[in-house]
T-cell receptor
Framework: DQQVKQNSPSLSVQEGRISILNCDYT??????FLWYKKYPAEGPTFLIS?????DKNEDGRFTVFLNKSAKHLSLHIVPSQPGDSAVYFC???????????FGPGTSLSVIP | DAEITQSPRHKITETGRQVTLACHQT?????MFWYRQDLGHGLRLIHY???????NKGEVSDGYSVSRSNTEDLPLTLESAASSQTSVYFC????????????FGPGTRLLVL
């Protein structure tokens, strides 16, 4: 049973619009969440993270929102650019958890 | 610049053969991880190490082994390759145990015939 879920395998967005990628988790022990971005034939790279003591973290065009009661987080990309086209992995961990659990990923396509 | 490298980048082997995938990092990180990436499953943890001589099993460790004799390297061995082990393998390292940023290698694409 997947502890970190990304229910949309793919998403297509027009350039300049907002991209919203969603992630749900089941384990209430998770208290730290990360988003990684992956281009074809490359390894994933860290994008942004959020601790459970916050409900929002922003870095340039990227904002992550956390709703602990719903066990849900989302990544917003505004404005979306063609270079944002990649697979995005949501990941979760915790202070009492010695591993990072990754979701299955969402493939984002930003159309020029 | 510090980096993490994997070799080979592509490998074709036959069922039953032993295969070793190399991972080398120059970050001087104590923590190293091996993942496999398969469609619909994302990244699944195979084995991990928190330091020299330390190794631990992840969620999909059957058929794989690792050893850690120094800080820089964590080779992954498939003892008897199976077609189900066809996948893309990623090595990663991090400065702290869990929850912190992991730095990934470029991946090894393995095909078992």
């Amino acid at each position: 049973d997947q502890q970190v879920k990304q229910n949309s395998p793919s998403l297509s967005v027009q350039e300049g619009r907002i991209s919203i990628l969603n992630c749900d988790y089941t384990n209430s022990m998770f208290d730290y969440f990360l988003w990684y971005k992956k281009y074809p034939a490359e390894g994933p790279t860290f994008l942004i993270s959020i601790s459970s003591i916050k409900d929002k973290n922003e870095d340039g065009r990227f904002t992550v929102f956390l709703n602990k009661s719903a066990k849900h987080l989302s990544l917003h990309i505004v404005p979306s650019q063609p270079g944002d086209s990649a697979v995005y992995f949501c990941a979760a961990s915790g202070t009492s958890y010695d591993k990072v659990i990754f979701g299955p990923g969402t493939s984002l396509s930003v159309i020029p | 610049d510090a980096e993490i490298t994997q070799s080979p980048r592509h490998k074709i082997t036959e069922t039953g053969r032993q295969v070793t995938l190399a991972c080398h990092q120059t970050w001087n990180h104590n923590n190293m991880f091996w993942y496999r990436q398969d469609l619909g499953h994302g990244l699944r943890l195979i084995h991990y190490s928190y330091g020299v001589q330390d190794t631990n099993k992840g969620e999909v460790s059957d058929g794989y082994s690792v050893s850690r004799s120094n800080t820089e390297d964590l080779p992954l061995t498939l003892e008897s390759a199976a077609s189900s082990q066809t996948s893309v393998y990623f090595c990663a390292s991090s400065e702290t145990r869990a929850g912190e940023t992991q730095y990934f290698g470029p991946g090894t694409r393995l095909l078992v015939l």
